[in-house]
């Protein structure tokens, strides 16, 4: 399993950054996220979807300014940030866990959930 995340970049406070993040993943059945991590803190949940119905869940820093989705023919997480603050400066890690149509969603706010993970891509949001 390969997780390739890009799209972060250098924006000023306010605007909009598009994240993906490709998946060269098997068929079964999961979930991807979206993390973020500044030095010294520990990775901070942003947001995770269940990939066979697009049900999301969004951590309290992101809800509202933030959009979780897939594209399935590309096997794509794709977040878009809006409204972005300079608190949102962070390198950002998609991750992959296998998950069950059962499962609930707030089992993927938590980083030890996930046995997949990207290399990281940076936001930089300047005021």
């Known amino acids: 399993v390969q997780l390739q995340a890009s799209g972060g970049g250098l924006v000023q406070a306010g605007g909009s950054l598009r994240l993906s993040c490709v998946a060269s993943i098997g068929t079964f059945s999961r979930a991807m996220g979206w993390f973020r991590q500044t030095p010294g803190k520990e990775r901070e949940f942003v947001a995770a979807?269940?990939?066979?119905?697009?049900?999301?869940v969004y951590g309290n820093s992101v809800k509202g300014r933030s959009t979780i989705s897939r594209d399935n023919a590309k096997n794509t997480v794709i977040l878009q940030m809006d409204s972005l603050k300079p608190d949102d400066t962070a390198v950002y890690y998609c991750?992959?866990?296998?998950?069950?149509?059962?499962?609930?969603?707030?089992?993927?706010?938590?980083?030890?959930?996930?046995?997949?993970w990207g290399q990281g891509t940076q936001v930089t949001v300047s005021s």
């Open positions: 991750a992959a866990t296998p998950f069950s149509i059962t499962e609930s969603l707030a089992t993927l706010t938590a980083p030890t959930r996930y046995g997949y």
């Open positions: 979807l269940r990939w066979s119905s697009g049900s999301a």
